[in-house]
Protein backbone atom coordinates (compact mmCIF):
# COMPACT_ATOMS: atom_id res chain seq x y z
CA UNK A 1 0.00 0.00 0.00
CA UNK A 2 1.32 3.83 -1.15
CA UNK A 3 -0.62 6.37 1.28
CA UNK A 4 -0.36 9.88 -0.10
CA UNK A 5 1.53 12.11 1.26
CA UNK A 6 -1.64 14.09 2.77
CA UNK A 7 -1.13 11.36 5.01
CA UNK A 8 2.21 11.77 6.07
CA UNK A 9 1.89 15.64 6.57
CA UNK A 10 -0.96 15.13 9.20
CA UNK A 11 0.73 16.50 11.98
CA UNK A 12 1.26 14.14 14.73
CA UNK A 13 -0.77 13.42 17.93
CA UNK A 14 0.74 15.89 20.28
CA UNK A 15 -1.03 14.78 23.44
CA UNK A 16 0.34 10.88 23.16
CA UNK A 17 2.72 11.41 26.12
CA UNK A 18 -0.60 12.87 28.03
CA UNK A 19 -2.63 10.33 26.72
CA UNK A 20 -0.83 7.93 27.50
CA UNK A 21 -0.25 9.03 31.23
CA UNK A 22 -3.92 9.62 31.37
CA UNK A 23 -4.47 5.58 30.49
CA UNK A 24 -1.84 4.30 32.89
CA UNK A 25 -3.24 6.58 35.97
CA UNK A 26 -6.69 4.72 35.45
CA UNK A 27 -5.00 1.68 34.57
CA UNK A 28 -4.10 2.18 38.75
CA UNK A 29 -7.45 2.89 39.63
CA UNK A 30 -6.26 6.64 39.93
CA UNK A 31 -8.86 9.13 39.42
CA UNK A 32 -7.92 11.88 37.07
CA UNK A 33 -9.99 15.07 36.12
CA UNK A 34 -10.72 16.33 32.54
CA UNK A 35 -10.66 19.81 31.44
CA UNK A 36 -9.40 19.17 28.37
CA UNK A 37 -12.62 18.64 26.52
CA UNK A 38 -14.47 21.28 25.06
CA UNK A 39 -18.03 19.72 24.89
CA UNK A 40 -20.53 20.96 26.90
CA UNK A 41 -21.26 18.49 29.89
CA UNK A 42 -24.94 19.73 30.03
CA UNK A 43 -27.46 17.64 28.31
CA UNK A 44 -29.10 19.05 24.85
CA UNK A 45 -32.42 21.01 25.97
CA UNK A 46 -35.54 18.61 26.42
CA UNK A 47 -37.34 20.35 24.07
CA UNK A 48 -34.90 19.94 21.73
CA UNK A 49 -35.10 16.00 21.94
CA UNK A 50 -38.75 15.97 22.04
CA UNK A 51 -38.65 17.10 18.78
CA UNK A 52 -36.10 15.10 17.48
CA UNK A 53 -37.87 12.01 19.06
CA UNK A 54 -40.99 12.98 17.22
CA UNK A 55 -39.30 13.31 14.00
CA UNK A 56 -38.03 10.22 14.26
CA UNK A 57 -40.97 8.42 14.40
CA UNK A 58 -41.77 10.18 10.96
CA UNK A 59 -41.00 7.57 7.54
CA UNK A 60 -40.88 11.24 5.91
CA UNK A 61 -37.43 11.21 7.55
CA UNK A 62 -36.13 8.12 6.94
CA UNK A 63 -35.09 8.65 3.56
CA UNK A 64 -31.56 10.24 2.23
CA UNK A 65 -31.67 14.00 2.99
CA UNK A 66 -30.95 17.13 0.32
CA UNK A 67 -27.78 18.04 0.53
CA UNK A 68 -28.78 21.78 1.00
CA UNK A 69 -30.91 20.98 3.69
CA UNK A 70 -34.49 21.50 4.75
CA UNK A 71 -35.85 24.91 2.94
CA UNK A 72 -37.57 25.54 6.61
CA UNK A 73 -34.52 24.31 8.27
CA UNK A 74 -32.46 27.48 6.01
CA UNK A 75 -35.40 29.95 6.56
CA UNK A 76 -35.08 29.13 10.40
CA UNK A 77 -31.61 29.93 10.32
CA UNK A 78 -31.97 32.83 8.04
CA UNK A 79 -34.87 34.05 10.89
CA UNK A 80 -32.17 33.27 13.61
CA UNK A 81 -29.71 35.25 12.19
CA UNK A 82 -32.05 38.20 11.68
CA UNK A 83 -33.34 38.41 15.08
CA UNK A 84 -29.88 37.74 16.88
CA UNK A 85 -27.75 39.74 14.52
CA UNK A 86 -29.63 41.86 12.63
CA UNK A 87 -28.20 40.45 9.62
CA UNK A 88 -30.67 39.37 6.44
CA UNK A 89 -30.09 36.63 4.71
CA UNK A 90 -31.77 34.84 1.14
CA UNK A 91 -32.37 31.22 3.01
CA UNK A 92 -31.87 29.61 -0.26
CA UNK A 93 -28.63 31.71 -1.69
CA UNK A 94 -26.75 32.68 1.48
CA UNK A 95 -27.60 29.94 4.18
CA UNK A 96 -26.14 26.31 4.09
CA UNK A 97 -26.94 23.34 6.74
CA UNK A 98 -23.74 21.54 7.70
CA UNK A 99 -23.08 18.26 9.45
CA UNK A 100 -21.52 20.27 12.17
CA UNK A 101 -18.92 23.86 11.69
CA UNK A 102 -16.07 21.10 11.33
CA UNK A 103 -17.15 19.41 8.44
CA UNK A 104 -17.67 22.56 6.23
CA UNK A 105 -14.86 24.07 7.81
CA UNK A 106 -12.55 21.33 6.55
CA UNK A 107 -14.16 21.22 3.09
CA UNK A 108 -14.55 24.99 2.59
CA UNK A 109 -10.83 24.84 1.42
CA UNK A 110 -11.78 22.77 -1.71
CA UNK A 111 -13.80 25.76 -2.91
CA UNK A 112 -10.88 28.11 -3.06
CA UNK A 113 -7.65 26.48 -2.82
CA UNK A 114 -5.27 24.90 -5.49
CA UNK A 115 -2.44 22.89 -5.07
CA UNK A 116 -0.03 25.80 -4.51
CA UNK A 117 -2.24 28.13 -2.82
CA UNK A 118 -1.98 30.05 0.68
CA UNK A 119 -4.58 30.63 2.89
CA UNK A 120 -3.83 33.21 6.23
CA UNK A 121 -4.35 31.05 9.20
CA UNK A 122 -4.00 32.61 13.17
CA UNK A 123 -1.71 30.52 15.38
CA UNK A 124 -2.59 29.29 17.71
CA UNK A 125 -5.97 27.80 16.34
CA UNK A 126 -8.68 25.35 15.71
CA UNK A 127 -6.55 23.07 13.42
CA UNK A 128 -9.27 22.39 11.16
CA UNK A 129 -7.99 25.54 9.60
CA UNK A 130 -4.94 24.22 8.44
CA UNK A 131 -5.38 20.97 7.76
CA UNK A 132 -8.82 21.70 5.62
CA UNK A 133 -6.20 23.91 3.26
CA UNK A 134 -3.36 21.15 3.53
CA UNK A 135 -5.96 18.74 2.34
CA UNK A 136 -7.02 20.77 -0.55
CA UNK A 137 -3.42 21.11 -1.86
CA UNK A 138 -2.24 24.72 -0.50
CA UNK A 139 -0.34 25.32 2.46
CA UNK A 140 -0.63 28.09 5.48
CA UNK A 141 0.36 31.36 6.28
CA UNK A 142 0.44 31.48 10.20
CA UNK A 143 -0.31 34.88 11.78
CA UNK A 144 0.58 34.87 15.36
CA UNK A 145 -2.31 35.64 18.21
CA UNK A 146 -0.54 37.55 20.84
CA UNK A 147 -1.36 38.73 24.11
CA UNK A 148 0.33 41.97 23.08
CA UNK A 149 -2.08 42.36 20.27
CA UNK A 150 -5.43 41.25 22.50
CA UNK A 151 -4.88 37.62 20.38
CA UNK A 152 -6.17 39.56 16.99
CA UNK A 153 -3.61 38.54 14.15
CA UNK A 154 -1.72 42.01 13.22
CA UNK A 155 -3.02 42.18 9.51
CA UNK A 156 -0.69 45.16 8.39
CA UNK A 157 2.60 42.45 9.66
CA UNK A 158 1.45 40.19 6.49
CA UNK A 159 3.98 40.60 3.83
CA UNK A 160 2.94 42.13 0.96
CA UNK A 161 3.53 39.32 -1.86
CA UNK A 162 2.10 36.64 1.18
CA UNK A 163 -1.07 38.60 0.92
CA UNK A 164 -1.32 39.51 -2.75
CA UNK A 165 -0.76 35.39 -3.16
CA UNK A 166 -3.35 34.26 -0.86
CA UNK A 167 -6.83 33.11 -1.61
CA UNK A 168 -8.37 33.48 2.20
CA UNK A 169 -8.14 34.19 5.47
CA UNK A 170 -9.24 32.62 8.48
CA UNK A 171 -10.59 34.04 12.07
CA UNK A 172 -12.58 32.51 14.89
CA UNK A 173 -13.94 34.56 18.04
CA UNK A 174 -14.55 34.52 20.12
CA UNK A 175 -11.66 32.74 20.20
CA UNK A 176 -11.04 28.87 20.95
CA UNK A 177 -8.09 28.54 22.32
CA UNK A 178 -7.33 32.19 23.58
CA UNK A 179 -10.34 33.22 24.73
CA UNK A 180 -10.14 36.36 22.91
CA UNK A 181 -13.50 38.69 21.31
CA UNK A 182 -13.45 40.46 18.59
CA UNK A 183 -15.71 43.99 18.06
CA UNK A 184 -16.83 45.23 14.81
CA UNK A 185 -14.35 47.89 14.31
CA UNK A 186 -11.78 44.83 14.16
CA UNK A 187 -13.99 43.35 11.52
CA UNK A 188 -14.05 46.06 9.50
CA UNK A 189 -10.29 46.70 9.13
CA UNK A 190 -10.99 42.30 8.50
CA UNK A 191 -13.01 43.56 4.90
CA UNK A 192 -10.81 46.58 4.09
CA UNK A 193 -8.11 44.23 4.22
CA UNK A 194 -9.81 41.45 2.54
CA UNK A 195 -11.29 43.81 -0.40
CA UNK A 196 -7.57 45.23 -1.04
CA UNK A 197 -6.49 41.42 -1.41
CA UNK A 198 -9.14 39.83 -3.02
CA UNK A 199 -9.40 37.49 -0.33
CA UNK A 200 -12.43 35.04 1.11
CA UNK A 201 -13.15 35.58 4.49
CA UNK A 202 -13.92 32.29 6.51
CA UNK A 203 -14.93 33.49 10.24
CA UNK A 204 -15.90 30.42 12.77
CA UNK A 205 -18.01 31.85 15.36
CA UNK A 206 -19.67 29.12 16.97
CA UNK A 207 -18.78 30.92 20.43
CA UNK A 208 -20.96 33.96 19.71
CA UNK A 209 -23.64 32.59 22.24
CA UNK A 210 -21.59 31.46 25.02
CA UNK A 211 -20.67 34.71 26.85
CA UNK A 212 -20.66 36.13 30.06
CA UNK A 213 -21.77 39.29 32.43
CA UNK A 214 -24.34 40.24 29.76
CA UNK A 215 -21.78 40.63 27.06
CA UNK A 216 -23.31 39.32 23.46
CA UNK A 217 -20.78 38.56 21.00
CA UNK A 218 -20.92 40.37 17.37
CA UNK A 219 -21.23 38.33 14.03
CA UNK A 220 -18.89 39.09 11.55
CA UNK A 221 -22.21 39.03 9.12
CA UNK A 222 -23.03 42.50 10.99
CA UNK A 223 -19.71 43.81 9.37
CA UNK A 224 -20.91 46.18 6.22
CA UNK A 225 -19.16 44.20 3.31
CA UNK A 226 -19.09 41.41 4.74
CA UNK A 227 -21.17 39.41 2.30
CA UNK A 228 -19.32 41.03 -0.21
CA UNK A 229 -16.18 39.32 0.79
CA UNK A 230 -16.45 36.50 3.45
CA UNK A 231 -18.98 33.48 5.06
CA UNK A 232 -19.78 33.03 8.30
CA UNK A 233 -19.09 29.15 10.34
CA UNK A 234 -21.57 28.68 13.13
CA UNK A 235 -23.15 25.64 15.02
CA UNK A 236 -25.55 23.89 17.34
CA UNK A 237 -23.04 22.55 19.32
CA UNK A 238 -22.13 24.66 21.93
CA UNK A 239 -25.13 27.51 21.76
CA UNK A 240 -27.61 24.35 22.38
CA UNK A 241 -25.23 21.44 23.67
CA UNK A 242 -25.89 19.39 20.63
CA UNK A 243 -22.19 18.45 19.92
CA UNK A 244 -23.14 15.00 19.62
CA UNK A 245 -26.35 15.99 16.89
CA UNK A 246 -23.57 16.89 14.33
CA UNK A 247 -25.21 20.00 13.07
CA UNK A 248 -23.93 23.36 12.31
CA UNK A 249 -24.43 26.30 8.93
CA UNK A 250 -22.51 28.59 7.01
CA UNK A 251 -24.11 31.72 5.63
CA UNK A 252 -22.78 34.23 3.80
CA UNK A 253 -21.65 35.35 0.38
CA UNK A 254 -23.85 33.35 -1.81
CA UNK A 255 -21.09 32.31 -4.48
CA UNK A 256 -18.87 30.86 -1.49
CA UNK A 257 -22.09 29.13 -0.18
CA UNK A 258 -22.80 27.61 -3.87
CA UNK A 259 -19.55 26.36 -4.34
CA UNK A 260 -19.81 24.55 -1.17
CA UNK A 261 -22.96 23.61 -1.92
CA UNK A 262 -21.63 21.98 -4.91
CA UNK A 263 -18.68 20.27 -3.72
CA UNK A 264 -20.70 18.94 -0.52
CA UNK A 265 -23.55 17.29 -3.01
CA UNK A 266 -20.79 15.27 -4.35
CA UNK A 267 -19.38 14.38 -1.04
CA UNK A 268 -22.41 14.05 1.51
CA UNK A 269 -26.13 13.80 1.34
CA UNK A 270 -26.84 15.90 3.85
CA UNK A 271 -27.58 16.10 7.48
CA UNK A 272 -30.82 13.04 9.08
CA UNK A 273 -33.93 15.32 8.51
CA UNK A 274 -34.96 14.63 12.20
CA UNK A 275 -31.72 16.54 13.35
CA UNK A 276 -32.63 19.22 11.05
CA UNK A 277 -35.94 19.39 12.73
CA UNK A 278 -34.82 18.91 16.17
CA UNK A 279 -32.26 21.94 15.43
CA UNK A 280 -35.08 24.61 13.65
CA UNK A 281 -36.63 23.61 17.02
CA UNK A 282 -33.07 24.98 18.90
CA UNK A 283 -33.13 27.82 16.77
CA UNK A 284 -36.88 28.96 16.73
CA UNK A 285 -38.23 27.77 20.23
CA UNK A 286 -37.48 29.19 23.65
CA UNK A 287 -33.81 30.68 24.36
CA UNK A 288 -33.57 30.94 28.01
CA UNK A 289 -31.49 27.93 27.82
CA UNK A 290 -28.88 29.75 26.79
CA UNK A 291 -29.19 32.47 29.37
CA UNK A 292 -29.19 29.41 31.97
CA UNK A 293 -26.01 27.91 30.60
CA UNK A 294 -24.06 30.89 30.41
CA UNK A 295 -24.83 31.88 34.47
CA UNK A 296 -23.69 27.95 35.00
CA UNK A 297 -20.13 28.41 33.09
CA UNK A 298 -19.65 31.85 34.24
CA UNK A 299 -19.61 30.43 37.99
CA UNK A 300 -17.01 28.00 37.01
CA UNK A 301 -15.28 30.25 35.15
CA UNK A 302 -14.81 32.43 38.32
CA UNK A 303 -14.05 30.13 40.14
CA UNK A 304 -11.42 28.88 38.01
CA UNK A 305 -10.24 31.99 37.98
CA UNK A 306 -9.99 32.17 41.50
CA UNK A 307 -7.67 29.65 42.09
CA UNK A 308 -5.34 29.66 38.83
CA UNK A 309 -4.34 33.45 40.45
CA UNK A 310 -3.71 31.96 43.88
CA UNK A 311 -1.27 29.40 41.74
CA UNK A 312 0.26 32.72 40.10
CA UNK A 313 -1.15 31.81 37.15
CA UNK A 314 -2.18 34.91 34.72
CA UNK A 315 -5.55 34.93 32.82
CA UNK A 316 -7.95 37.38 31.42
CA UNK A 317 -11.10 36.47 32.80
CA UNK A 318 -12.91 35.10 29.50
CA UNK A 319 -15.85 37.28 28.32
CA UNK A 320 -17.07 34.77 26.26
CA UNK A 321 -16.74 30.94 24.63
CA UNK A 322 -15.74 27.90 27.02
CA UNK A 323 -12.33 28.11 28.10
CA UNK A 324 -9.62 30.20 29.85
CA UNK A 325 -5.96 30.39 28.13
CA UNK A 326 -4.06 30.92 31.43
CA UNK A 327 -0.14 31.76 31.23
CA UNK A 328 1.86 29.38 32.91
CA UNK A 329 4.38 29.82 35.44
CA UNK A 330 8.27 30.65 34.31
CA UNK A 331 10.55 26.91 33.84
CA UNK A 332 8.14 25.17 32.44
CA UNK A 333 7.05 24.39 28.53
CA UNK A 334 3.42 24.34 28.08
CA UNK A 335 3.67 20.41 27.52
CA UNK A 336 5.91 20.36 30.92
CA UNK A 337 3.56 22.31 32.97
CA UNK A 338 0.54 20.20 31.65
CA UNK A 339 2.65 16.80 32.28
CA UNK A 340 3.01 18.11 35.42
CA UNK A 341 -0.37 18.72 36.11
CA UNK A 342 -1.07 15.73 35.03
CA UNK A 343 1.23 13.65 37.31
CA UNK A 344 1.00 15.20 40.26
CA UNK A 345 -2.81 16.88 40.30
CA UNK A 346 -4.51 14.72 38.52
CA UNK A 347 -5.95 17.35 36.54
CA UNK A 348 -5.52 17.38 32.35
CA UNK A 349 -5.56 20.29 30.59
CA UNK A 350 -4.41 21.37 27.16
CA UNK A 351 -0.78 22.51 26.30
CA UNK A 352 -0.84 25.85 23.93
CA UNK A 353 0.97 24.24 22.00
CA UNK A 354 -1.41 21.86 21.12
CA UNK A 355 -2.88 25.02 19.10
CA UNK A 356 0.30 26.26 17.24
CA UNK A 357 3.94 26.91 18.82
CA UNK A 358 2.38 30.81 19.68
CA UNK A 359 0.75 29.17 21.71
CA UNK A 360 3.96 28.37 23.69
CA UNK A 361 3.37 29.67 27.31
CA UNK A 362 0.03 28.93 27.65
CA UNK A 363 -2.38 26.25 28.83
CA UNK A 364 -5.97 25.77 27.81
CA UNK A 365 -8.61 25.30 30.81
CA UNK A 366 -12.20 24.06 29.51
CA UNK A 367 -15.10 25.05 31.53
CA UNK A 368 -17.70 21.99 30.23
CA UNK A 369 -17.31 19.50 33.60
CA UNK A 370 -19.33 19.13 35.76
CA UNK A 371 -19.45 21.50 38.93
CA UNK A 372 -18.73 18.77 41.54
CA UNK A 373 -15.61 17.61 39.59
CA UNK A 374 -14.72 21.17 38.57
CA UNK A 375 -14.58 21.79 42.78
CA UNK A 376 -12.47 19.24 43.18
CA UNK A 377 -10.26 20.08 40.51
CA UNK A 378 -9.58 23.22 41.77
CA UNK A 379 -8.98 21.64 45.05
CA UNK A 380 -6.59 19.50 43.94
CA UNK A 381 -4.72 22.23 41.96
CA UNK A 382 -4.66 24.50 45.25
CA UNK A 383 -2.96 21.29 47.32
CA UNK A 384 -0.39 20.98 44.07
CA UNK A 385 0.66 24.38 44.37
CA UNK A 386 0.80 24.67 48.17
CA UNK A 387 2.95 21.44 48.45
CA UNK A 388 5.61 23.04 45.92
CA UNK A 389 6.51 25.96 48.31
CA UNK A 390 7.13 29.46 46.32
CA UNK A 391 8.02 27.14 43.06
CA UNK A 392 5.48 28.25 40.33
CA UNK A 393 4.72 31.37 41.66
C1 LIG B 1 -16.35 23.42 18.57
C2 LIG B 1 -15.75 24.16 17.44
C3 LIG B 1 -16.19 23.97 16.13
C4 LIG B 1 -16.99 22.76 15.71
O1 LIG B 1 -18.30 22.83 15.81
P1 LIG B 1 -19.20 21.60 15.30
O2 LIG B 1 -20.40 22.27 14.78
O3 LIG B 1 -19.44 20.74 16.50
O4 LIG B 1 -18.46 20.86 14.24
C5 LIG B 1 -15.70 24.78 15.14
N1 LIG B 1 -14.78 25.74 15.41
C6 LIG B 1 -14.32 25.92 16.65
C7 LIG B 1 -13.31 26.99 16.87
C8 LIG B 1 -14.76 25.14 17.70
O5 LIG B 1 -14.24 25.29 18.91
Redesign the pocket.
Known amino acids: MRMAKRIDELPPYLFVGISKKIAEKQAKGEDVINLAV ?1 DPDIPTPRHIIERLCQAAQDPANHRYPESEGLPDFRRAIAEWYEKRFEVTLDPDQEVLPLI ?4 G ?1 GHIALCFIDPGDIALVPDPA ?1 PVFSIGTMFAGGSSYYMPLTEENDFLPDLDRIPQDIARKAKMLWL ?1 YPN ?1 PTAAVAELDFFDRVVAFAQKHDLAVCH ?1 G ?2 TEVAFDGYRPPSFMQTPGAKDVGVE ?1 H ?1 L ?2 SYNM ?1 GW ?1 V ?1 MVVGNARAIDALRRVKSNLDSGIPQAIQHAAIEALRGPQDCIEDHNTLYQRRRDLLLKTLSQMGLKAKPPRAGLYIWARIPAGYTSLDFATTLLEEAGVVVIPGTGYGKYGEGYIRISLTVPDDRLEEAVARLSRWHASKGDKGS
Open positions: GGAKEIYNNDPYFSSKTRG
